[in-house]
T-cell receptor, first 114, second 109 residues
Framework: NAGVTQTPKFRVLKTGQSMTLLCAQDMNHEYMYWYRQDPGMGLRLIHYSVGEGTTAKGEVPDGYNVSRLKKQNFLLGLESAAPSQTSVYFC?????????????FGPGTRLTVL | QQPVQSPQAVILREGEDAVINCSSS?????VHWYRQKHGEAPVFLMI?????EQKGHDKISASFNEKKQQSSLYLTASQLSYSGTYFCGTERSNNDMRFGAGTRLTVKP
């Protein structure tokens, strides 16, 4: 099993450009999450999904959109990138609610917005 | 609303012990602990679901004081492999997970 994978690993964008980050898991988990990690800030939840076709806002959702068309995939979109979105993005999944179960994290995507 | 971790950083020699604290101003339902090595993804250590619960994993253990809204992670007889940043994650309601800023632990030979 590959676990949680993320594509791409690195990306550099110019302000105003758009992009989509892909997260895939092969553990048949219901819950999936997108976090961003900034120096000294820990992990902050952007959006999450409790099942195929459902999404919900987390702590810092502004400037991002998500979709969960298939159970195994969770996409994070930036419609118009801003320098403040420079960060490391982690995707995670859990069998049931991540509050009561281990979250499995992907390797991360390092995004730089110039 | 994020939990507060202390200390921010700690340096140990192999074999020494350390305690990392995590506290919240809000009532907690559960506490998670994760470890992240530089450039890698966070890795799960343990979850504490009940007040008063204590868990152990090898020489790493944790406690959860529900009344004080805090948790502590205990690292005993530290090894070089314990180096990394430790995060606590706290849940106040379903799916409302908040992570602390992390405690950087360095274990030296």
């Amino acid at each position: 099993n590959a676990g949680v994978t993320q594509t791409p690993k690195f990306r550099v964008l110019k302000t105003g450009q758009s992009m989509t980050l892909l997260c895939a898991q092969d553990m048949n988990h219901e819950y999936m999450y997108w976090y961003r990690q900034d120096p000294g800030m820990g992990l902050r939840l952007i959006h999450y999904s409790v099942g195929e076709g459902t999404t919900a806002k987390g702590e810092v959702p502004d400037g991002y959109n998500v979709s969960r068309l298939k159970k195994q995939n969770f996409l994070l979109g930036l419609e118009s990138a801003a320098p403040s979105q420079t960060s490391v993005y982690f995707c995670a999944s859990s069998y049931l609610t991540g509050a009561h179960n281990e979250q499995f994290f992907g390797p991360g995507t390092r995004l730089t917005v110039l | 609303q994020q939990p507060v971790q202390s200390p921010q950083a700690v340096i140990l020699r192999e074999g020494e012990d350390a305690v990392i604290n995590c506290s919240s101003s809000k009532a907690l339902y559960s506490v998670h602990w994760y470890r992240q090595k530089h450039g890698e993804a966070p890795v799960f250590l343990m979850i504490l679901l009940k007040g008063g619960e204590q868990k152990g994993h090898d020489k790493i253990s944790a406690s959860f004081n529900e009344k004080k809204q805090q948790s502590s992670l205990y690292l005993t007889a530290s090894q070089l492999s314990y180096s990394g940043t430790y995060f606590c994650g706290t849940e106040r309601s379903n799916n409302d997970m908040r992570f602390g800023a992390g405690t950087r632990l360095t274990v030296k030979p």
